[in-house]
């Protein structure tokens, strides 16, 4: 029979082994912080999809011939289209516009510029298009479709900037930042998976190889002599 100042001191030894075994019966959850899943990448994701693309031309009421700077408009969009577009390429010039007469002169340039570049006859249509202000010297503009990688509009702001008791980003958060990345992609497929490996220039290997052997040749004999010197002392 125990005595009760043994009974006494073994109370709180049963206690702690009572809180061990309730312990091990709790429900555990992990905790979920708020900062973790809040990335501007996935709340403004940069997505690859076929879009028009629109290439404005400045044409003022004198021009007869493309000038350097309006061809140089014409061949980086026929560079992109070839690059990145199919289908049809549209010329659209103004109408009711003061200029509408020179437009029309340049689009002839505009068709030969496109077909010299590889664009076929039947993938070139001319169009015409209202003006907003009749007083304007509206551009002309070539459209086509083309693969290119965008985010969704910016400037959303549904939320007080000043409640942040979760730890969140904004909503408009590394938008325009993202913006600007899917802009500077050349080639959208790049976002897909790395290119295929090209081929070998096999003048340019031999040269670095030859330079390399040539240097560590040369590295050696200097090295040796500074060593002689040091031996003589």
């Not at 404005?56 to 992109?80: C, E, K, W, Y």
């Not at 570049?117 to 015409?128: F, P």
């Not at 083309?146 to 904004?170: F, I, Q, V």
């Not at 976002?191 to 040749?217: C, F, K």
């Amino acid at each position: 029979m125990l005595r009760p100042d043994t009974v006494f001191r073994m109370k709180p030894a049963l206690v702690l082994l009572a809180l061990a075994l309730l312990s091990g019966c709790a429900n555990r959850q992990n905790p979920t912080v708020g900062s973790i899943p809040d990335d501007y990448r996935t709340n403004h994701p940069i997505s690859i999809a076929e879009r028009e693309q629109v290439a404005d031309i400045p044409v003022a009421h004198g021009d007869r011939r493309l000038s350097a700077t309006q061809r140089s408009i014409v061949q980086n969009a026929l560079v992109n289209y070839r690059a990145n577009g199919s289908g049809m390429v549209y010329i659209m010039l103004p109408s009711g516009s003061p200029n509408e007469a020179a437009a029309y002169r340049l689009s002839t340039d505009i068709a030969d510029v496109l077909r010299k570049g590889g664009v076929r006859q039947g993938n070139i249509a001319t169009e015409t298009y209202a003006v907003q202000s009749p007083d304007a010297a509206a551009p002309i503009r070539i459209s086509y479709y083309a693969m290119t990688a965008a985010t969704g509009p910016c400037g959303r702001w549904p939320d007080d900037l000043l409640n942040t008791a979760e730890n969140k980003h904004y909503t408009n958060f590394g938008c325009a930042n993202q913006n600007n990345l899917a802009a500077q992609i050349a080639n959208p497929a790049d976002l897909l998976g790395p290119r295929a490996p090209g081929d070998i220039d096999a003048t340019r290997r031999g040269n670095v190889i030859g330079d390399y052997q040539d240097h560590s040749q040369s590295t050696s004999e200097v090295w040796q002599e500074s060593r002689s010197r040091q031996a003589e002392y």
